[in-house]
């Protein structure tokens, strides 16, 4: 099972304990791992809310009031004496560790000398465990996100105000795709930064997925410009449907026909699947040719570039195309002592055609001083041969 985050509303703990839970994680898994902390008792409750007519699952931590200074030595000695499983220790450990070295960097600290205050606090330290149990439970392959919305403004912290994205937060989301966001507050925690720094492992829209089941997380604020959520989605990787073809068209009547076996050539060499030309009669009774060219979408700038450079076209038509393929594969063939290409198609198996490298061909024919034809006769016979077509071969399948 994969999973994806809708993080267009940012991020905090409680906002991804809350989608977690949604998801179908026990309210149990997150609870049982934040009372194995040694601390003052923890409690989770859950509560079923609505942001802009969505509903969602907030989650609350309740903890006692607390004056407690944690240093990131203290919450590591705290963590690796809870009766956590290996797992959750180790991932709880290291979102801290991230969030020590942020604060680090922020401060102009070294990460060992940092003192927490809100990421330190009871209800930081439920939310992190809590998450990291949470996903554990799912045991998903893969989490991936979409770009964070941070926020903007300014926000007082233990240190005063700080402007909004917190710097914390964007040392801890360097290298990430993020934005500002519709809301102009804080839009995305430290905690929140640094659970999603630990977790996601691609940043990206949503990934090709069978849907199975989604998680609303509820924030505790309700802001006018949207729902301020998290959303996850579980699912089954889905292979993804293969790019579909391109076509290139231009008609041109002023160009020297002299100079269309080269852009043929260049054509292909700049990774064309095909390439060819039509005759045509345009206005004014002009003869002229369309020039047609099939291609992969990756491909598309480089063709494009080939086709304005050697040709006179100031323009194209560009065309998504469907189309069936056959399996390809290659082999050789002796023919008059030296090898020659052979191009199979398959289906379902079975070959369903043979075709000997012309190219090969012709080099051969002029090292034995032979007709071409005799020799695309000896090395076609030779491929057949080898490779018997099947006639039994199924239909290939369409490419959507």
């Given at each position: 099972?994969?999973?994806?985050l809708d993080l267009?509303?940012?991020?905090s703990g409680?906002m991804?304990?809350?989608?977690?839970?949604?998801?179908g994680?026990?309210?149990?898994?997150p609870a049982?791992?934040?009372?194995a902390?040694?601390?003052e008792p923890?409690?989770?409750?859950?509560?079923?809310?609505?942001?802009?007519?969505l509903?969602?699952?907030?989650?609350h931590?309740h903890a006692?009031?607390?004056?407690v200074l944690r240093?990131w030595?203290?919450?590591r000695?705290?963590l690796?004496?809870?009766?956590?499983?290996?797992a959750?220790?180790?991932?709880?450990l290291?979102?801290?560790?991230?969030?020590a070295v942020?604060?680090?960097?922020?401060?102009?600290?070294?990460?060992?000398?940092?003192h927490?205050?809100?990421?330190?606090?009871?209800?930081?330290?439920?939310d992190?465990?809590?998450?990291v149990?949470?996903f554990?439970?799912?045991?998903?392959?893969r989490?991936?996100?979409s770009?964070?919305?941070l926020?903007?403004?300014?926000?007082r912290g233990?240190?005063?105000?700080?402007p909004?994205?917190?710097?914390?937060?964007?040392?801890?989301?360097?290298?990430?795709?993020?934005?500002?966001?519709?809301?102009?507050?804080e839009m995305?925690?430290?905690t929140?930064a640094?659970?999603?720094?630990?977790?996601?492992?691609?940043w990206?829209?949503?990934p090709?997925l069978?849907?199975?089941r989604v998680g609303?997380?509820?924030?505790?604020?309700?802001?006018?410009?949207?729902?301020n959520?998290?959303r996850?989605?579980?699912g089954?990787?889905a292979e993804p449907?293969?790019d579909?073809?391109?076509?290139?068209?231009?008609n041109?009547?002023?160009?020297?026909p002299?100079?269309w076996p080269?852009?043929?050539d260049?054509?292909?060499?700049?990774?064309a699947?095909?390439?060819?030309?039509?005759?045509?009669l345009m206005?004014?009774?002009?003869?002229a040719h369309?020039?047609?060219?099939l291609c992969?979408p990756k491909?598309?700038p480089a063709?494009?570039a080939v086709?304005?450079?050697t040709?006179?076209?100031?323009?194209?038509?560009?065309?998504?195309?469907g189309k069936?393929?056959?399996e390809?594969?290659h082999?050789t063939?002796?023919?008059?002592?030296?090898?020659?290409?052979?191009k199979l198609?398959?289906?379902g198996?079975?070959?369903v055609n043979?075709?000997?490298?012309y190219?090969d061909?012709?080099a051969l024919a002029r090292a034995?001083?032979l007709?071409?034809?005799?020799?695309l006769?000896?090395?076609t016979?030779?491929?057949?041969?080898?490779h018997?077509?099947d006639p039994r071969?199924e239909a290939p399948?369409?490419?959507?």
């Amino acid at each position: 099972m994969i999973g994806w985050l809708d993080l267009a509303a940012g991020a905090s703990g409680d906002m991804l304990l809350g989608a977690l839970v949604d998801a179908g994680v026990p309210l149990d898994v997150p609870a049982q791992a934040v009372a194995a902390l040694p601390v003052e008792p923890v409690r989770l409750t859950t509560e079923q809310v609505t942001r802009h007519g969505l509903g969602a699952t907030r989650v609350h931590v309740h903890a006692p009031p607390s004056d407690v200074l944690r240093t990131w030595a203290d919450v590591r000695a705290l963590l690796g004496s809870a009766a956590l499983a290996p797992a959750v220790r180790d991932g709880a450990l290291a979102v801290f560790e991230r969030l020590a070295v942020a604060e680090g960097r922020v401060h102009r600290v070294t990460p060992e000398r940092v003192h927490f205050h809100e990421v330190g606090a009871l209800d930081a330290l439920a939310d992190v465990v809590g998450v990291v149990a949470g996903f554990e439970h799912l045991g998903l392959s893969r989490l991936t996100a979409s770009p964070v919305a941070l926020g903007s403004g300014s926000a007082r912290g233990a240190h005063g105000v700080v402007p909004v994205p917190g710097p914390a937060v964007l040392e801890l989301l360097a290298g990430v795709p993020v934005h500002a966001g519709a809301v102009p507050a804080e839009m995305c925690t430290p905690t929140g930064a640094a659970l999603l720094a630990a977790r996601v492992a691609e940043w990206t829209t949503l990934p090709a997925l069978r849907v199975e089941r989604v998680g609303v997380g509820a924030g505790g604020r309700d802001p006018e410009q949207l729902p301020n959520v998290v959303r996850l989605v579980l699912g089954e990787a889905a292979e993804p449907a293969p790019d579909r073809s391109v076509v290139l068209e231009a008609n041109v009547d002023d160009l020297d026909p002299r100079l269309w076996p080269g852009v043929l050539d260049g054509l292909l060499a700049a990774g064309a699947s095909d390439a060819w030309l039509t005759p045509i009669l345009m206005k004014k009774g002009r003869p002229a040719h369309t020039l047609s060219v099939l291609c992969r979408p990756k491909v598309v700038p480089a063709v494009q570039a080939v086709v304005f450079a050697t040709t006179s076209t100031i323009g194209l038509r560009v065309v998504e195309v469907g189309k069936v393929a056959l399996e390809r594969a290659h082999a050789t063939v002796e023919v008059l002592g030296a090898p020659v290409g052979v191009k199979l198609a398959v289906s379902g198996g079975r070959v369903v055609n043979v075709s000997v490298e012309y190219e090969d061909v012709v080099a051969l024919a002029r090292a034995r001083d032979l007709p071409v034809k005799e020799v695309l006769r000896a090395a076609t016979a030779a491929a057949e041969a080898a490779h018997p077509v099947d006639p039994r071969a199924e239909a290939p399948p369409l490419w959507r």
